[in-house]
């Protein structure tokens, strides 16, 4: 079974139909027909919110998280062990936090990141990632 942590960007590029949503949608597809795991931080959640409320509004930002629950993701806390991980990680390789979040909860969870952010190439020393551009 593949297991697959997805990063805000990879979310918003399928619900917006852009560069690297053909990507998401194969991986989806595939999730449903193998009974992959398909995951994304809280942290992710809200970042998707945040950028779906500012390009879109809040009823938009709102449907994109119902959405993720359809799509059959589930939505990974960060636990206290993660959360430091991930600043040693920012620390170690100067990923944005959030960006380290993911890294941290894909390492514990044995997870290959989903990703369009180019901010991901310095993790891909310590985690397997797969571009969707």
Not at 22 to 45: H, M, N, P, Y
Not at 61 to 86: S, W
């Amino acid at each position: 079974m593949k297991r697959h942590l997805f990063d805000a960007s990879s979310i918003l590029a399928y619900f917006n139909g852009d560069v690297g949503a053909q990507v998401v949608k194969r991986v989806l597809q595939e999730s449903q027909r193998e009974g992959d795991g398909l995951f994304i931080t809280a942290i992710q959640v809200g970042e998707v919110y945040l950028f779906m409320l500012r390009g879109m509004g809040r009823e938009a930002a709102i449907g994109a998280i119902q959405d993720l629950e359809k799509l059959g993701f589930t939505v990974v806390p960060t636990e206290p062990q993660e959360a430091c991980q991930a600043s040693e990680l920012k620390n170690r390789l100067g990923l944005h936090y959030s960006d380290a979040v993911a890294v941290a909860t894909a390492i514990a969870l044995k997870c290959t990141v989903v990703t369009s952010d180019p901010d991901f190439e310095k993790a891909g020393k310590v985690v397997k990632i797969l571009w969707t551009w």
